[in-house]
């Protein structure tokens, strides 16, 4: 089914594959002074504002691999890039994309991710509902 393809590479594939690059990427960032504008004005600082719950560095680092992975995952189901074959022009694409999910579209994603969740829960306990009701409900033969 198309929609669990959908799903696991929403939820699971991109967080892997986008996740560990975003882990090293934020390895790499903690030794320079942009590791102060990631703690300020990123998901750290949105989860301080929001929730007054402060992280460490290196708490958040999963939590940043997690949601940056997730929105580019999301992202992918609607812009294709590797179906593009104009060559560097689809590596910048690429990387602006990532670049998008990293600064802007992750921190989105950590709001959304739990709003997503529960929808899919409550739509999965619907169906769930309506076709056990559907196979309890007696069928009339109004045929004579």
Known sequence: MKIKKMLF??????????????YKVLDFVSA??????INQFGLY???DQTFGIRLSYEEGKWIYSYVVGFAYGTISQV????KMRIGL????????????CFYLFGT???FWIPIEV??????FIAVKLLK???????VMNLTR
């Open 89 to 100: 022009i689809t590596g910048v694409l690429a990387m602006l994309k990532y670049y998008m």
């Open 45 to 47: 600082g949105m989860i």
């Open 9 to 22: 590479q929403r939820y699971i594939l991109y967080p892997l594959i986008i996740g560990f690059i975003t």
């Open 79 to 82: 812009f294709k890039i590797h």
């Open 108 to 110: 989105m994603a950590f």
């Open 118 to 123: 529960t929808l899919i829960v409550i739509i």
């Open 132 to 138: 056990r009701n559907k196979k309890l409900t007696p």
């Open 32 to 37: 320079t002074s942009m590791k102060d504008a």
